[in-house]
């Protein structure tokens, strides 16, 4: 590979023409084209996920190794490139791996490293995992090139920690398959520009006797003593909300036989009544209906977008269950909603409307009849006509109870109407509770 065919690769590269640079270094046979080649495609699929600003100046050549530069370079945008995106589009970025702290509980030795001091320094006594704690932000010691391979294992035999990776205590040689995993904490989150206090300093005995008591009920989960509930308690409520319940729905369908006496009848006949009429209206002018005349526009709001306007980030930090904690930056995109503008159209259009109502009605058993409106220009289509729209008719038959006078009214079909004789005996049914009529139960009475 001649000094000048590197000289180009490398401006090219500087410059963000890889493709160039690419199509140079597939011609060259020679291993440090390869090498070179397969960084930039690294680094390109890197970039891809996440484009990364270059804050070189122009022209400029930056010193160094063209390969340990593309190297450098790529773990810069794999660095500010998200580890996942969820489902709900939350962006995660990798914000680095920490020590957990626990304290001593023989010696009393205070902020001792999860992950360094598996043992106190002190006093020689093994760290016990559920002791661990978050530290204050300011008091966090990274830890540099962590590979995490679980949950530390807890040895049956003798309670020794060990790697999530290993098969036999390395304190007593005890194999670690029936072996417990360290328990966690739960995660900690604090808005952007808030900073993590410190999760406090365990007392793991008293922690165990707290939950021992809240496991047999004597102690709520806030720590204060508790009045034991009876077992049956809750069910026994529960099941007298439903009898309850169940009493009012019954109460207000219950119904009772009525024997009830005919007095009248009454009938309406109605006609509905539309005029041929200018009339105002809008709608968006992509859809204004034919016909329409005197049309005028203005901008109005139609609908309103989701655009980007910036992002809302929030920190967590999530214990790995090793002796170190992982921080993760969540970021989601916020949106401001704007409106999106369109062309209102105002107008008039000559369209039938409803204009009145022609009724004919009686108190009695007579021969119904319709009403005989009189329709402006009938039967044509011009400003000002009329036309009938539809008719309704409705039959009433009217009823007294004898023992205490009420009565009640209830619509029927005209042939039920027509032979009913004034009174004629009926059975109806009659709500116990609001004493209104079921008029789908009337029968005549035998």
């Not at 590269?13 to 291993?31: F, K, M, N, V, W």
């Not at 600003?53 to 160094?64: K, V």
């Not at 739960?186 to 793991?204: I, L, N, P, W």
């Not at 006949?269 to 200018?278: F, L, S, T």
Request: net charge negative.
């Amino acid at each position: 590979m001649s000094q000048e065919q590197l000289q180009r690769v490398q401006e090219l590269i500087a410059s963000g023409r890889y493709a160039e640079a690419r199509a140079i270094l597939q011609t060259i046979d020679h291993p440090e084209a390869a090498r070179l080649l397969e960084t930039l495609t690294a680094m390109e699929q890197a970039t891809s996920q996440q484009p990364a600003e270059d804050d070189r100046q122009p022209g400029a050549t930056p010193g160094g190794d063209l390969l340990t530069r593309l190297q450098q370079r790529r773990r810069e945008v794999e660095r500010r490139a998200p580890i996942r995106t969820e489902a709900d589009g939350t962006r995660v970025y990798d914000a680095g791996t920490y020590q957990m702290l626990w304290d001593c509980q023989y010696c009393g030795t205070t902020g001792l490293l999860g992950l360094t001091h598996r043992f106190c320094p002190n006093c020689g006594a093994a760290q016990n995992p559920d002791s661990r704690y978050y530290p204050a932000e300011d008091a966090m010691v990274a830890v540099e090139n962590h590979e995490y391979v679980g949950a530390d294992l807890i040895c049956p035999s003798c309670d020794a920690l060990n790697s999530g990776k290993a098969e036999f205590c390395g304190n007593c040689g005890a194999p670690l398959t029936a072996a417990a995993r360290a328990k966690t904490l739960e995660a900690q989150t604090r808005a952007e520009g808030e900073k993590f206090a410190s999760s406090g300093s365990r007392d793991v005995v008293k922690e165990k006797f707290e939950a021992e008591m809240t496991r047999v009920g004597v102690r709520k989960p806030g720590g204060a003593a508790a009045r034991r509930t009876p077992a049956w308690l809750p069910i026994a409520l529960i099941v007298l909300a439903v009898v309850i319940c169940g009493g009012i729905v019954a109460a207000l369908l219950a119904t009772r036989d009525t024997s009830v006496t005919l007095i009248g009848h009454s009938w309406t006949r109605e006609i509905r009544i539309e005029e041929y009429a200018a009339v105002s209206d809008s709608a968006w002018c992509d859809s204004v209906p034919a016909g329409a005349y005197s049309i005028s526009r203005r901008q109005e709001v139609r609908s309103h977008r989701q655009v980007p306007d910036g992002e809302e980030c929030s920190t967590v930090r999530v214990d790995n269950g090793d002796g170190t904690f992982r921080m993760e930056q969540r970021c989601r995109t916020r949106y401001r909603s704007e409106p999106v503008y369109d062309d209102k159209c105002y107008f008039t259009i000559n369209r039938w409307t409803y204009r009145r109502v022609a009724t004919a009605g009686g108190q009695r058993l007579e021969e119904p009849y319709w009403p005989q409106p009189a329709l402006a220009c009938a039967n044509q289509v011009r400003l000002g006509c009329e036309r009938e729209a539809g008719r309704s008719e409705q039959y009433t038959l009217i009823f007294r109870a004898p023992e205490d006078g009420k009565t009640y009214e209830c619509p029927v079909a005209y042939d039920v109407w027509r032979g009913a004789a004034l009174d004629s005996r009926w059975n109806l049914e009659v709500g116990a509770v609001l004493g209104d009529a079921r008029c789908d139960s009337l029968q005549r009475a035998e």
